[in-house]
């Protein structure tokens, strides 16, 4: 990715009372600040007068989402790679922003999260229950665990907010965003941080109990349905992260072989394909991604190596070896009857073949991928060696 560019992005709505100090608190450690009034009607913006910010103003109240994404595209429109989020409220502190602006520059890919501290007064229990049932339905829709879905203290590459679609705009809009970034391929990291939870009677909220809770339990139902469905996910971050597919092979191999050891390669690309391998109809990526993060595979050779096991070849190849192994011959018949009439016995075959595939092409594939980036490598320190011999003692 080119050079990182951060933009500090309020999004407020009706917190005249706290924006201005939330701004100043930002403004000490950064003069890229940009505020969006999503349809105030306190006249709080107004405060800002005089101050370095950007602000861009919405005609309507449309939601913190369709905030955030009006300020990214106008971040995008300035030069601004990232943009980091604050709650205009003053419930987050502008001291955590050199965390994340080193997060970033060691991930810019990523998308991170602040989890917040919750041992501190005043934290309302919606907060701590909703935490936990968010955290629960990220894993079941993706096995990626997150331990504070709904911070809103966050830093998003603008490649990827450009590049995964969401349908919500409201609060809900940060819940569907990190689960379909997760789908999408993109890291999801957390860094501490701090809150601040002012008493119950002085405390504003625009979180509507009913409304906004019914809009988030009905956007879980269709993501895990979407979980569950035996439809590969869209690698949309192999794409900003430089056309990483097997449709550009060269650059995708030298961008592997730079990012890991060819045993670390060998280990992603082996057991990519074993589980890509085994037809657990659209569990596969939900496992990928939890055991990328849990043992700490390289998650770009991982996904890379899924679409060798797309349809037709590996599952008929799957569905011949145990329909061999079940009947003692081959299947030679492909007619309505032996794929239409008696799928469910074509399925029992392709779990059995998948079985007996799975672990031949993981080592298959592992082997082949160790030797290939282990001769990269080999190639690549005789190419630097011959081009220091050549250069020659200095002279004096």
């Known amino acids: 990715m080119a050079s990182v560019r951060c933009c500090v992005l309020i999004p407020v709505y009706n917190h005249g009372h706290t924006l201005k100090d939330v701004a100043l608190a930002a403004l000490r450690f950064t003069d890229s600040v940009m505020v969006v009034d999503d349809g105030s009607t306190d006249g709080g913006p107004a405060s800002l007068n005089g101050l370095p910010v950007t602000l861009v103003s919405l005609p309507r109240n449309q939601g913190k989402g369709a905030a955030i994404l009006r300020g990214a595209e106008e971040a995008r429109r300035r030069g601004y ?75 998003y590459p603008l490649a990827l907010l450009e590049a995964v679609p969401c349908s919500e705009t409201r609060y809900s809009f940060e819940v569907e965003i990190v689960v379909r970034a997760a789908w999408a391929g993109f890291a999801i990291k957390e860094i501490p941080v701090s809150v601040y939870y002012p008493p119950r009677e002085e405390r504003v909220s625009h979180f509507k109990a009913l409304a906004d809770n019914v809009r988030i339990s009905l956007l879980n139902a269709r993501l895990t349905v ?34 890991a050891s060819p045993r670390q390669l060998a280990v992603s690309a082996a057991w990519s394909l074993f589980l890509s391998t085994i037809p657990l109809l659209g569990l596969q ?48 018949q492909f007619t309505i009857q032996t794929l239409g009439y008696e799928a469910g016995y074509r399925f029992l075959d392709w779990m059995i073949g998948s079985l007996i595939l799975a672990p031949a092409l993981a080592a298959a594939g592992g082997i082949l991928v160790f030797l290939a980036a282990s001769c990269y490598a080999m190639i690549r320190k005789n190419s630097a060696e011959r081009r220091n011999a050549s250069c020659g003692p200095a002279k004096v």
């Not at 980091?84 to 998308?111: R, T, W, Y």
């Not at 501190?120 to 331990?147: A, E, L």
């Open 285 to 332: 990526t939900i496992l990928l991604l939890f055991t990328i993060g849990w043992r700490k595979l390289n998650r770009l050779c991982a996904l890379v190596m899924v679409p060798l096991t797309w349809p037709p070849f590996v599952p008929g190849m799957a569905v011949l070896l145990g329909y061999r192994v079940v009947h003692g011959e081959w299947l030679t």
């Open 81 to 155: 790679t990232h943009v980091i989020v604050m709650d205009a409220d003053g419930q987050h502190k502008a001291e955590d922003l050199p965390a994340f602006f080193s997060a970033v520059h060691e991930d810019p890919c990523a998308l991170i999260i602040g989890a917040r501290n919750f041992h501190v007064p005043n934290v309302p229990g919606s907060s701590r229950f909703g935490r936990k049932f968010s955290g629960f339905w990220m894993f079941v829709q993706t096995g990626v665990p997150v331990s504070d879905m709904q911070s809103g203290f966050r830093a």
């Open 226 to 259: 979407r979980a569950l469905m035996p439809i590969p996910f869209r690698r949309r971050a192999l794409e900003v992260e430089g056309k990483l597919s097997l449709l550009h092979p060269g650059h995708t191999f030298r961008t592997l072989c730079a990012s």
